[in-house]
Antibody, heavy 121, light 106 residues
């Protein structure tokens, strides 16, 4: 069965860095776009970044552009989010999610359990 | 693209019919999806492409609409349906979610 497991969250000071990982299993990883979605406490989800199956194409939210980098390792079925110059407003639960193309119109059908990132001095 | 859900919250009883609406600030065709989220859990895909039921989702859930106006309907509320519901557009980046509709027990 499809499984996504995030790791790497934690407490970091403003201006610091953190690298999130998401390990995937149960499907042909390289066939799918992958997304990072975050959800601040008590708020709705926000799309942070997504990456094509080959890793060639990436897109970022304006709020993280130039600070965050999404990448993937298809040999090891993993997707990453390198987060630099972290701000208090980056505090959120970060989810990785699998994206469906074609008739599914880029909906997100599988999500991990999330990892909490707290940015605080 | 701004996504506006209404209402922000509602109270309903088991067995009630519930309708949640989502309006896009511009035409998004059928690039609209609905998710359910329970406290401490990840969102769960219910409806994709405005009206297609995701595998494993009960048929009490349905979606309709196209262009700018969309609806999620729960024909008969079950106890496990009390949750927060979000719409999301994937027509263009940045892909945006609505602010959510919390369905509470009356």
């Amino acid at each position: 069965q499809v499984r996504l497991v995030e790791s790497g969250g934690g407490l970091v000071k403003p201006g610091g860095s953190l690298r999130l990982s998401c390990g995937a299993s149960g499907f042909t990883f390289s066939d799918y776009y992958m997304n990072w979605i975050r959800q601040p406490p008590g708020k709705g989800p926000e799309c942070v970044a997504y990456i094509s199956g080959s890793g060639t194409y990436t897109t970022y939210a304006d709020s993280v552009k130039g600070r965050f980098t999404i990448s993937r390792d298809n040999a090891n079925n993993s997707v990453f989010l390198q987060m630099n110059s972290l701000r208090v407003e980056d505090t959120a639960v970060y989810y990785c999610a699998r994206e469906l193309k074609g008739w599914s119109r880029s909906s997100l059908d599988y999500w991990g359990q999330g990892t909490l990132v707290t940015v605080s001095s | 693209i701004q996504m506006t859900q209404s209402p922000s919250s509602l109270s309903a009883s088991v067995g009630d019919r519930v309708t949640i609406t989502c309006r896009a600030s511009q035409n998004i065709g059928n690039y609209l999806h609905w998710y359910q989220q329970k406290p401490g859990k990840a969102p769960r895909l219910l409806i994709y492409a405005a009206s297609s039921l995701q595998s494993g989702v009960p048929s009490t859930f349905s979606g309709s609409g196209s262009g700018t106006d969309f609806t999620l309907t729960i024909t008969s509320l079950h106890p496990e349906d009390f949750a927060t519901y979000y719409c999301q557009q994937t027509y263009t980046s940045p892909r945006t979610f609505g602010q959510g509709t919390k369905v509470e027990i009356k």
